[in-house]
């Protein structure tokens, strides 16, 4: 599990999967995202921009990023 620590309230879903290493860049995160591949909190999420905050846990592939401050 990957942890992502926020420098401030939120960091949006694309950029958390491209800083965890999961997608090489921010069209790669859009791809993944609108295809359905992505789930924040055990949901399927269609937003690139979703905003994660304290606590969200998101899964792609079997890897999972953990969102804390």
């Known amino acids: 599990m990957e942890i992502i620590k926020l420098r401030d309230e939120y960091i949006k879903l694309g950029q958390a999967l491209k800083a965890a290493g999961f ?7 859009k791809f993944v995202i609108q295809n359905g591949l992505v789930k924040v909190n055990g949901v ?7 905003k994660l905050v304290e606590g969200d846990l998101v899964e792609f592939e079997n890897k999972q990023i953990k969102i804390e401050k």
């Open 23 to 29: 997608v090489d860049s921010g069209v790669d995160a």
């Open 44 to 50: 399927v999420e269609l937003q690139r921009g979703k």
